[in-house]
């Protein structure tokens, strides 16, 4: 069974530019959720899409927009990218049970640096 | 969103049991305590999940005493493969849709 996975695995962009992140949920899972990971910091929660639609989002600018797809993948896409962009992306995926989000599993991660 | 408070870091020998205690004083009812474990450059590990008392499995085992406002994170015979960031988290609520927020975590080093 496999878990979550991530792709790809390192990138790297110039400013300005657009990215394209994307995963796959654990089998079995209908949500996920993408944060972001700066070097030395814990996991900042970018948004959450359940059903296709994004359902609740963190602090962060229109630039971060994304998409969920019928089969549950998702992807993460960041416009006009900036050097303070570089970071670990992580997707999490869960099962919505019972009106909430069950425990939620993480991907390897995407690497992104932004030059 | 529940804040948490856990130690910056800890150091440990191998062999030794290793426990971590996370404050939670403005957990809700709904809120359950989960534990991550991360490595350089990984993503986060579900370690462990609680609501009330004790849970253990092959892992660890996660502590909750009846206020639930802390829980204990224990590691038993930890070896060097321990040494990574664990991440206590409270959450999510029904009305939260899954938001998790990470705190700075705890380091945890373990030497020979």
């Known amino acids: 069974d496999a878990g979550v996975t991530q792709s790809p695995t390192h990138l790297i962009k110039t400013r300005g530019q657009q990215v394209t992140l994307r995963c796959s949920p654990k089998s079995g899972h209908d949500t996920v959720s993408w944060y972001q990971q700066a070097l030395g910091q814990g996991p900042q929660f970018i948004f959450q899409y359940y059903e296709e639609e994004e359902r609740q989002r963190g602090n962060f600018p229109d630039r971060f927009s994304g998409h969920q797809f019928p089969n549950y993948s998702s992807e993460l896409n960041v416009n006009a990218l900036l050097l303070g962009d570089s970071a670990l992306y992580l997707c999490?995926?869960?099962?919505?049970?019972?009106?909430?989000?069950?425990?939620?599993?993480f991907g390897p991660g995407t690497r992104l640096t932004v030059l | 969103l529940a804040k948490t408070t856990q130690p910056v870091s800890m150091d440990s020998y191998e062999g030794q049991e290793v426990n971590i205690t996370c404050s939670h004083n403005n957990i809700a009812t709904n809120d359950y305590i989960t534990w991550y474990q991360q490595f350089p450059s990984q993503g986060p590990r579900f370690i462990i999940q609680?609501?009330?008392t004790k849970v253990t499995n092959e892992v660890a085992s996660l502590f909750i005493p009846a206020d639930r406002k802390s829980s204990t994170l224990s590691l038993p015979r930890v070896s060097l493969s321990d040494t990574a960031v664990y991440y206590c988290l409270v959450g999510p609520s029904t009305d939260s849709w899954g938001k998790l927020q990470f705190g700075a975590g705890t380091q945890v080093v373990v030497t020979p």
């Open positions: 609680g609501y009330k």
């Open positions: 999490a995926s869960s099962l919505q049970r019972g009106g909430r989000t069950d425990t939620q599993y």
